[in-house]
Nanobody, 115 residues
Framework: QVQLVESGGGLVQPGGSLRLSCAASGSIFRLNAMGWYRQAPGKERELVAQITPRHSTNYTNSVKDRFTISRDNAKRTVYLQMNSLKPEDTAVYYC?????????WGQGTQVTVSS
């Protein structure tokens, strides 16, 4: 069974930065593509960024050039560096495999961008 624990969220002003972390249990982490997802109030959960085991990345258009996804396979951790944050980035952020596995959704971490 894989467990994913997100951390690093918080309240930040527009233009600020945050770094999210997702720690994974289980030995299969390094074999799987990982993704960061987010769900804003009243909206569907969406994929924000994904990274393959060999570190190829892809981003949704709204975060390109602002967010960077990375992973440390030895630490079984995936990161999301978020810069130039905007109010519309406010959401609960989750990590999961890519494509996601329903049983692996964690609690997420809240990111609020507000002045």
């Amino acid at each position: 069974q894989v467990q994913l624990v997100e951390s690093g969220g918080g309240l930040v002003q527009p233009g600020g930065s945050l770094r999210l972390s997702c720690a994974a249990s289980g030995s299969i982490f390094r074999l799987n593509a990982m993704g960061w997802y987010r769900q804003a109030p009243g909206k569907e959960r969406e994929l924000v960024a994904q990274i393959t085991p060999r570190h190829s990345t892809n981003y949704t258009n709204s975060v390109k050039d602002r967010f960077t996804i990375s992973r440390d396979n030895a630490k079984r951790t995936v990161y999301l560096q978020m810069n130039s944050l905007k109010p519309e980035d406010t959401a609960v952020y989750y990590c999961n495999m890519y494509p996601p596995i329903g049983d692996y959704w964690g609690q997420g971490t809240q990111v609020t961008v507000s002045s």
